[in-house]
């Protein structure tokens, strides 16, 4: 039997200098799309997902996303007096149990694949997910958000899952990139993968999207992996040795994802996610006519 995916990996160490001066003083997970921060969204898709802890690899100058996921009493205790019951109700709502959050420090900026090398102790010896906090998905026609489909793909295969999306060729050089075989449904076999391919050489247009159901031995290949690309230590190179002895499965999401880690991504999702508010559609698209060119 299969161990379920109970643990979460959330990489929040990054500078955000994609946003400055916005993120000089707040990190750029706790941006908001609408009223909600970035990184809220991608806990409520491990939640739904049904993962039950979760680890924060922060970095310096991190320590207002310990405070979101912490009691504020003195908020809490202002809202009361005041009757906002339904504000109380909203805070409470976004809570986490006791204990389910951890959090350690990457202490040095070498990349993706070391940020969960440093979340080894925190996971243990079991399978886990690693959700990209830049990467905020909607659900589509199968139902469930991103990590919920790996986690279907995972639940059905085993061993190893990666959502993809499929991008123009001319811009696989920015991305982890898939050699793919055999497809089953939504779920697509995965030979081999390639981080940040030079032109004309990616295996295929299909990219990995920010979302990963990883077995624990990729920790130990990352502890002896070489720095690749950009001089860091990369994920998909970890990755690529762990297939040699493992399966892959990748996920083509059938919903929608925003890469809040550029400007228009972080406005498209926005405007997005506003029109999918009750409260705020009608008046925003009604704007949104007014400025259509």
């Given at each position: 039997m299969r161990k379920p995916i109970r643990k979460a990996v959330l990489p929040v160490a990054g500078l955000g200098t994609r946003f400055l001066p916005a993120t000089k003083a707040v990190p750029?997970?706790?941006?908001?799309?609408?009223?909600?921060p970035i990184l809220q969204h991608v806990v409520d898709e491990a939640r739904e997902a049904g993962v039950e802890k979760f680890i924060f690899v922060t970095g310096r100058n991190k320590g207002v996303i310990e405070d979101h996921f912490d009691i504020a009493y003195e908020l809490d205790d202002t809202l009361r007096r005041r009757g906002k019951h339904e504000a109380i109700a909203a805070l409470q709502a976004d809570m986490l149990p006791e204990g389910a959050a951890s959090f350690t420090r990457q202490q040095a900026p070498l990349g993706l694949g070391?940020?969960?090398?440093?979340?080894?102790?925190?996971?243990?010896?079991?399978?886990?997910?690693?959700?990209?906090?830049d990467m905020i998905t909607a659900a589509?026609?199968?139902?469930?958000?991103?990590?919920?489909?790996?986690?279907?793909?995972?639940?059905?295969?085993?061993?190893?899952?990666?959502?993809?999306?499929?991008?123009?060729e001319s811009e696989t050089r920015y991305y982890g990139v898939v050699a793919v075989g055999a497809e089953h449904g939504p779920s697509i076999e995965i030979k081999g993968m390639v981080e940040k391919p030079p032109p004309?050489?990616?295996?295929?247009?299909?990219?990995?999207s920010g979302r990963y159901i990883l077995q624990p031995e990729i920790f130990?290949?990352?502890?002896?992996?070489?720095?690749?690309a950009g001089g860091e230590i990369q994920l998909t190179d970890g990755m690529s040795e762990l297939i040699k002895t493992q399966s892959f499965q990748g996920v083509r999401f059938d919903g929608r994802t925003y890469d809040c880690g550029s400007k228009l991504g972080f406005l498209v999702a926005n405007v997005a996610f506003g029109?999918?508010?009750?409260?705020?559609?009608?008046?925003?698209r009604a704007e949104l006519k007014k400025m259509a060119l």
């Open positions: 750029k997970e706790m941006l908001t799309v609408v009223d909600r070391h940020a969960v090398w440093c979340a080894r102790d925190l996971v243990g010896d079991e399978p886990f997910a690693l959700l990209l906090p589509g026609p199968r139902g469930g958000r991103c990590l919920a489909q790996c986690v279907d793909a995972y639940r059905e295969f085993g061993g190893n899952v990666v959502s993809l999306e499929a991008i123009p004309g050489t990616a295996p295929s247009n299909l990219i990995i130990g290949i990352l502890e002896k992996v070489e720095k690749g029109l999918e508010r009750e409260d705020l559609a009608p008046a925003l």
